[in-house]
T-cell receptor, first 111, second 113 residues
Framework: ETGVTQTPRHLVMGMTNKKSLKCEQHLGHNAMYWYKQSAKKPLELMFVYNFKEQTENNSVPSRFSPECPNSSHLFLHLHTLQPEDSALYLC??????????FGPGTRLTVL | KQEVTQIPAALSVPEGENLVLNCSFTDSAIYNLQWFRQDPGKGLTSLLLIQSSQREQTSGRLNASLDKSSGRSTLYIAASQPGDSATYLCAVRPTGSQGNLIFGKGTKLSVKP
């Protein structure tokens, strides 16, 4: 297990539900990221936060809404998702441009 | 647009063999390249990071090389063990990006006892 934790580890939700994914890093890093890993596709960057400010939104649909209240915590709020949004959602952190450390991920299934 | 390709997609070897995993990228304007390991259903573990000015990095039985001009990197695993079985991912950080990593699809390695 790394210094990046994610909860829940597994989530099943209907298309009309609202849920949130949580990420916490215990490494004192100043940057946090959300990545999506779908079956048979490379990991895709979703959002980047530096010092709590969003610096990159990789054309992610508005049904995904990130929140970064402080440098240690990152949330991904989900609403009205589609079945094709089912994937492994990975959180990562880094100190500036240095090595990224990933969490264990949340396996999301949208019914 | 930067693209990262990993060959082969899957590899099965007997225990004890030395092996090489390949990674290629289309744009040589990179800041660094990182190799990760991913176990089934789990997150990524960083193995090695090579800065664009470096040629190689070593950690234990792992050695990663980088040839930026030709857009290639290799991960060499010496004396493979069943515990090395995992998916190995290569990722590049393009210059000028906000820390974004572009990933390949990975090589799934199986080391048979």
């Amino acid at each position: 297990e790394t210094g990046v934790t994610q909860t829940p580890r597994h989530l099943v939700m209907g298309m009309t539900n609202k849920k949130s994914l949580k990420c916490e890093q215990h490494l004192g890093h100043n940057a946090m990221y959300w990545y999506k890993q779908s079956a048979k596709k490379p990991l895709e960057l979703m959002f980047v936060y530096n010092f709590k400010e969003q610096t990159e939104n990789n054309s992610v649909p508005s049904r995904f809404s990130p929140e970064c209240p402080n440098s240690s915590h990152l949330f991904l709020h989900l609403h009205t998702l589609q079945p094709e949004d089912s994937a492994l959602y990975l959180c990562a952190s880094s100190q500036g441009d240095f090595q990224k450390f990933f969490g264990p991920g949340t396996r999301l299934t949208v019914l | 647009k930067q693209e990262v390709t990993q060959i082969p997609a899957a590899l099965s070897v007997p225990e004890g063999e030395n092996l090489v995993l390949n990674c290629s990228f289309t744009d040589s304007a990179i800041y660094n390249l990182q190799w990760f390991r991913q176990d089934p259903g789990k997150g990524l573990t960083s193995l090695l990071l090579i800065q664009s000015s470096q040629r190689e990095q070593t950690s234990g039985r792992l050695n990663a090389s980088l040839d930026k001009s030709s857009g290639r990197s290799t991960l060499y695993i010496a004396a493979s063990q069943p515990g090395d079985s995992a998916t190995y991912l290569c990722a590049v950080r393009p210059t000028g990006s906000q820390g974004n990593l572009i990933f390949g699809k990975g090589t799934k390695l199986s080391v048979k006892p």
